[in-house]
């Protein structure tokens, strides 16, 4: 029943512009805080950037400047612009959701790659 699913990954060249989509359904998302994640092959699965149930967001010193996260609690969606794209951001890119009672729990989306080349 509940679920995240991210779209919009795909190839782009270096300097250009993606947009990320993730779709939350079956808990009330709106409590929930949000982030994303990515990991490269190869590589640890680290944060990018996060945005409260109130809204306040951080990022990735990384991306800081080149990615905006945000989150439309009518559509229970969350989005990632990213923009100027290096082939370092090259990963495949999870969304995660925090809530609950205490704060305990988690769920992942099942990922979405982004390659950046050349």
């Known amino acids: 029943q509940v679920q995240l699913v991210e779209s919009g990954g795909g190839l782009v060249q270096p300097g250009g512009s993606l947009r990320l989509s993730c779709a939350a359904s079956?808990?009330?998302?709106?409590?929930?805080?949000i982030s994303w994640y990515r990991q490269g092959s190869g590589k640890e699965r680290i944060l990018v950037a996060g945005i409260s149930a109130g809204g306040r967001t951080n990022y990735a010193d990384s991306v800081k400047g080149r990615f905006t996260i945000s989150r439309d609690n009518t559509k229970n969606t969350v989005g990632l612009q990213m923009d100027s794209l290096k082939p370092e951001d090259t990963a495949a890119y999870y969304c995660n959701a925090r809530g609950g009672p205490s704060y305990t729990t988690v769920y992942w989306g099942q990922g979405t790659q982004v390659t950046v080349s050349s």
């Open positions: 079956g808990f009330t998302f709106s409590y929930y805080d």
